[in-house]
């Protein structure tokens, strides 16, 4: 946590951006019947029944100083979709960064195995050097501010009814052209300090 929180504070530095990651799965649900459309006094009327299209996965990145933000819409959550992700982190959304501080849960697939397993060996370390990672304890997710962006996107964009891969992307993609017009950086409030009185109790307690 301490961690976390340290790099959290770190001052903004374009040649190591801070970037946090997430996941999170979107099920794909249409109409069965088309909606009623508002009328004076009665609002929009949505039937009951609907139909499901399966799922997908978007794939958050955002980076707090700048206030930028990118999802991609994946069919799953493999390793190698994490791969080609992180991928497309390094190559073109920063290219010109010696290292990106990455933060970012702990999950199996996020690993440099899983960037071995996407891309040959030389192209796998090439990209791992790229990056200086930073987890987020078990149990400790609201540490990630790429959480932070995907409870934003279900209340503003994604808490509703969409029913294909084409309208989730499309979604998806206006709103981050949106966000990112705004004045969207993040400022982060809580630190270490913080955390050393307000969960004291997480720390392991010391004996004479």
Not at 19 to 45: F, T, Y
Not at 127 to 153: M, Q
């Amino acid at each position: 946590m301490e961690d976390v929180l340290d790099a959290y504070h770190r001052e903004y530095d374009p040649a190591h951006p801070l970037v946090c990651m997430d996941e999170s799965p979107k099920q794909l649900i249409a109409d069965v019947r088309p909606a009623l459309p508002m009328e004076p006094g009665k609002p929009e009327r949505i039937d009951e029944h609907y139909q499901r299209n399966g799922s997908r996965n978007l794939f958050v990145a955002c980076e707090p100083l700048r206030g930028w933000r990118h999802l991609k819409v994946t069919q799953r959550r493999t390793k190698i979709d994490w791969a080609h992700f992180i991928r497309e982190l390094v190559d073109v959304h920063y290219p010109d960064a010696e290292r990106i501080v990455l933060v970012m849960d702990n999950l199996n697939t996020h690993r440099p195995a899983s960037l071995y397993e996407a891309f040959e060996p030389a192209e796998a370390k090439r990209i791992w050097d790229r990056l200086e990672i930073h987890y987020t304890p078990k149990h400790g997710s609201w540490l990630n501010i790429a959480e932070c962006e995907f409870s934003v996107l279900s209340r503003q964009c994604t808490n509703r009814r969409i029913p294909d891969e084409q309208a989730l992307i499309n979604a998806v993609a206006a709103w981050e052209k949106e966000r990112n017009a705004g004045p969207a950086c993040v400022d982060w409030q809580f630190k270490t300090d913080d955390a050393r009185v307000k969960l004291k109790h997480l720390y392991p307690k010391l004996h004479d």
